[in-house]
């Protein structure tokens, strides 16, 4: 899974578009072949001996919801496999036409879309039955990706050779659309009698590789960036993926459900929260009026956030517990370089060293020590046209476990002070 997490924490995403959107769908059943069941005494022994090999998944470390006893397994039907006149083709054997394209395209960058989104990595018995005819001479990890119910939505993984080329791959039922941007009429190129669409598109870095096809219902995206040594590990990964046939995809079930939320509050519920609501304000500012509160939780956050607007300015308030990532941006109050503002003047991207800039941007101070003269530290004001020219702050508050983002435009830094300070007896 490492390399399937140095590639998502190079990816951040807005809370507020992460929270629009999740909804609920409806579950599917589980399916078997039908040309199993209709060969069932021929490969008895074969089914047997290839569901023994399958391990149950890990349970995830999240709180859960009556999880289902389901082994994850990948059976390839031999009738998925396209006509291969020897199984020691090679990449010579075909050639795919990559069309250039201006500008940046993708395959489905919908995986914050999923309604109810949670993921389970998958072990690696099921990952060399998805890729039969890549195990083995590259590096590969892989996570299913579900819906709220359990339904499976795609599975993404990560391919490495043995050059350190990366390849994004991601399977899913049905075809895989592309970005609106590209050409209504793409060029094809048949790879084993498979029509397999191809894409570039260059920056200044080095060139962007794309492709696609369906295999039996299954739909394949690849993508990688580089020079032509990356174009030519995407071509033969396709091929490798069509000899390989495509995998049943109704037989990759979760191990467990998490526990997940989503709900729009109103500000009596929000403060009736069992495990954040006592740290919601009850004295906002003059003028600030409640527009929303979302509860939030999923494998990686558990969060209640409220939002309190006056024209253009706002206060943005989010209760959660301390998790590890945070810790570093702990800071005592003696520490100014790490949370005074007046010590770097504007833009602070540009005056606050590298190696403070987190902490900086975001410090974390415990209730204990939290002063008005700290407050004020974090205060300041841009005068940008057209916007309002009220005091901007940003920190966070630790009480306990339970930490405090503040997020502000527009109140004045003595209200502030006293919203955080009618809290401290809560812990």
């Known amino acids: 899974m ?13 809370d507020n578009l992460h929270y629009k959107i999740m909804a609920a769908v409806t579950s599917k059943p589980r399916y078997c072949s039908t040309l199993i069941r209709r060969y069932a005494t021929v490969f008895a022994c074969l089914i047997v001996m290839l569901l023994g090999t399958l391990t149950v998944a890990k349970l995830l470390p999240y709180g859960t919801i009556t999880p289902p006893k389901n082994q994850f397994g990948v059976i390839t039907p031999s009738n998925t496999k396209p006509s291969i006149t020897s199984p020691n083709d090679t990449q010579s054997s075909y050639t795919i036409v990559f069309t250039k ?33 890549v195990t083995g001479s590259r590096t590969l990890e892989a996570t299913a990706n579900f819906t709220g119910d359990g339904t499976l939505y795609n599975i993404e993984s990560i391919c490495k050779n043995n050059n ?4 994004n791959i991601t399977i899913q039922k049905g075809t895989i659309a592309l970005d609106k941007g590209v050409s209504d009429k793409p060029t094809t190129s048949d790879v084993y009698v498979i029509p397999v669409t191809a894409f570039y598109w260059e920056d200044d870095d080095h060139n962007h590789y794309y492709a696609s096809f369906e295999l039996n219902g299954v739909g394949y995206s690849l993508n990688a960036s580089g020079d032509e040594t990356a174009k030519d590990e995407l071509s033969a990964l396709v091929g490798f993926l069509i000899k390989g046939g495509a995998p049943d995809l109704d037989a990759i079930t979760p191990t467990a459900i998490p526990e997940l939320r989503e709900d729009a509050l109103t500000l009596d519920e929000a403060r009736s929260d069992t495990d954040f609501g006592a740290y919601i304000p009850i004295n906002i500012p003059a003028g600030f009026n409640f527009e929303s509160s979302m509860r939030f939780k ?10 309190w607007v006056n024209g253009m300015d706002y206060i943005e308030w989010k209760v959660s517990y301390l998790m590890p990532d945070d810790k570093p941006r702990i800071t005592s109050t003696e520490q100014t370089e790490n949370y005074d503002l007046s010590l770097y003047p504007i833009p602070h991207a540009q005056s606050v060293p590298a190696e403070l800039r987190k902490i900086v941007t975001d410090p974390i101070f415990r209730i204990e020590e939290l002063t008005r003269e700290v407050v004020m530290t974090r205060a300041y004001k841009v005068n940008d046209a057209g916007d309002t020219s009220g005091y901007r702050m940003r920190f966070s508050v630790l009480y306990g476990d339970i930490l405090v983002v503040v997020n502000i435009k527009g109140a004045d830094p003595e209200s502030v002070y006293n919203m955080l300070l009618s809290l401290a007896d809560t812990q």
């Open 298 to 307: 999923n494998q990686e956050r558990n969060n209640l956030r409220v939002t």
């Open 164 to 167: 350190g080329i990366i390849t």
């Open 2 to 14: 490492k390399l399937y997490k140095d590639y998502i924490d190079n990816i951040s995403v807005d």
């Open 101 to 133: 394209v201006a500008g940046n395209i993708s395959y489905d960058k919908g995986k914050i879309r999923i309604p109810g989104h949670f993921w389970e990595e998958l072990p690696s018995e099921v990952v060399s039955a998805l890729f039969p005819e």
